[in-house]
């Protein structure tokens, strides 16, 4: 299984409070956004620095810059929403796609109903991101997307992944690199991921 677990920390224990139950949606979106931003910190290794001169007050030297306007962020609607302002904190001239999942209950289907993303080609950094990763479905059908638009470098930022979800999501996107703050244990039949945290998307949104 090829995967990188972020586990600093500062990301195991604020991990820990989203996990609980009687965390509630405030808490819940704030410490979504920062352990983004402390995924996004290791996750934006692979980006590539350019050389460049500049002066201090002292004299020229060498610098480097990351041309972020080259980085396309794609959150899966509705949950990844929670992760796009975390890494953007990071790389503020990113652009955004969004892409609209859900997965139906009973069949455990990716639906796509949205997709709006800006221009990809070949030189483009695609940070892909969805707190869930549990059965991947929804994930590979993303990525599909992303790579049908040209996406040639793509990253997948998950909070929370399964051995299940990431075994799919290597099989049928070998190249993709998956980060996360945690591998949980196990699906349960109805594809949560155990122990997860529960429903992403409601927790945010108090939609239940
Ligand atoms: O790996 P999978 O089995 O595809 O499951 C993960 C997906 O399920 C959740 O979305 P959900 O369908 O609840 O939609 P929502 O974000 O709109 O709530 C989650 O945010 C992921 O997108
Ligand atoms: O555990 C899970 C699985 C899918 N979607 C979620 O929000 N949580
Ligand atoms: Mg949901």
Redesign the pocket.
């Known amino acids: 299984m090829k995967i990188n677990v972020v586990d600093h920390p500062l990301i195991k224990h604020k991990l820990t409070i989203m996990r609980k139950t009687d965390t509630g949606p405030k808490e819940f979106r704030e410490l979504l956004k920062e352990i983004t931003l402390l995924i996004a910190y290791e996750a934006t290794r692979h980006l590539q620095v350019h050389e460049t001169e500049i002066e201090t007050p002292l004299e020229k030297t060498k610098g480097y810059f990351i041309n972020d306007k080259d980085v396309v962020i794609v959150p899966?609607?509705?949950?990844?929403l929670g992760m796009s302002d975390g890494i953007l904190q990071l790389l503020p001239n990113a652009s955004v796609g969004h892409i609209?999942?859900?997965?139906e209950?009973h069949t455990?289907e990716?639906v796509e109903y949205y997709a709006k993303l800006p221009k990809i080609n070949e030189n483009s950094f695609v940070f892909v991101l969805?707190?869930?990763?549990?059965?991947?479905?929804?994930?590979v059908k993303a990525l599909d997307i992303v790579k049908e638009h040209g996406a040639k470098n793509v990253i997948l930022v998950t909070l929370i992944a399964?051995p299940e979800?990431t075994r799919v999501v290597n099989e049928k996107h070998p190249d993709v690199i998956i980060y996360t703050a945690s591998l949980d244990r196990e699906l349960n039949s109805k594809?949560y991921i155990l122990p997860g945290l529960g429903?992403?998307?409601?927790r945010l949104?108090r939609?239940k």
């Open positions: 899966i609607l509705r949950a990844g609209g999942i859900y997965r209950p455990l990716a969805d707190p869930m990763l549990a059965t991947g479905v929804s994930s399964s979800g594809g429903d992403a998307g409601d949104f939609t």
